[in-house]
């Protein structure tokens, strides 16, 4: 019967974890996914096709950092971060890219 007093305790600490990586893996590519020092990386990525490199990873650092979060790929994608596809300029057109 003593066998079994550490059953509960390792079933209790296995739940823990997959609900730590259920948690981790919902929030990826949204909002708030990223930290302020992964900015910089995701952008580099974001810009590396575009021939307007400097401002590009200008404003997309801009838009990271406000947001915590840089969409997939290289263009377009800004529907998984609503935050990111709303920042406009004064004129109306998107400010982030």
Same mark, same amino acid.
């Given at each position: 019967m003593a066998r079994?007093?550490?059953l509960p305790f390792a079933f209790f600490l296995v739940l823990i974890v997959f609900t730590f990586v259920a948690i981790q893996t919902t929030n990826?590519?949204?909002?708030g996914s990223l930290r302020l020092q992964d900015c910089p990386n995701a952008c580099n990525v974001r810009c590396s096709q575009t021939q307007y490199r400097n401002a590009c990873l200008?404003?997309?650092n801009y838009c990271c950092q406000r947001c915590l979060c840089v969409p997939s790929? @290289? @263009?377009g994608h800004t529907g998984e971060c609503p935050c @990111?596809?709303?920042?406009?300029?004064k004129e109306g057109k998107?400010?982030?890219p």
């Amino acid at each position: 019967m003593a066998r079994l007093s550490w059953l509960p305790f390792a079933f209790f600490l296995v739940l823990i974890v997959f609900t730590f990586v259920a948690i981790q893996t919902t929030n990826a590519g949204k909002e708030g996914s990223l930290r302020l020092q992964d900015c910089p990386n995701a952008c580099n990525v974001r810009c590396s096709q575009t021939q307007y490199r400097n401002a590009c990873l200008e404003f997309c650092n801009y838009c990271c950092q406000r947001c915590l979060c840089v969409p997939s790929g @290289y @263009y377009g994608h800004t529907g998984e971060c609503p935050c @990111y596809d709303n920042i406009m300029t004064k004129e109306g057109k998107h400010k982030c890219p």
